[in-house]
């Protein structure tokens, strides 16, 4: 079993930059195949990113269109800890954001109810 934490939300202006961590506990780490979630207000949790364990394509990163290009997923299993930078902050990125883990993979890096466990999130604010 693993526990997660998240940190580094708050509020920033349009354009800006953010840096989120998730520190899990446990020995097991790099086993786990780690994602990034958000849900805003009214609509249901979204996709965001996610990155393999490092036995399987080696730490093989995903993204959700949305973010491409602005976002990046990393992990670094000495600390247990998995960061997602984001830069060109828009409002529409606005939610809270979770961090979630599963082992063994079980497919569909992008669904919710492949992973399971989560942290409790944390507030991410662009204003315009």
């Known amino acids: 079993q693993v526990q997660l934490v998240e940190s580094g939300g708050g509020l920033v202006q349009a354009g800006g930059s953010l840096r989120l961590s998730c520190a899990a506990s446990g020995r097991t780490f790099s086993t786990y195949t780690m994602g990034w979630f958000r849900q805003a207000p009214g609509k249901e949790r979204e996709f965001v990113a996610a990155i393999s364990w490092n036995g399987w394509s080696g730490g093989r990163t995903y993204y959700a269109d949305s973010v491409k290009d602005r976002f990046t997923i990393s992990r670094d299993n000495a600390k247990n800890t998995m960061y997602l930078q984001m830069n060109s902050l828009k409002p529409e990125d606005t939610a809270v954001y979770y961090c979630?883990?599963?082992?063994?993979?079980?497919?569909?890096?992008?669904?919710?109810?492949?992973?399971?466990?989560w942290g409790q999130g944390t507030q991410v604010t662009v204003s315009s």
């Open positions: 979630a883990a599963v082992t063994p993979y079980r497919g569909s890096y992008y669904l919710p109810h492949n992973y399971d466990y």
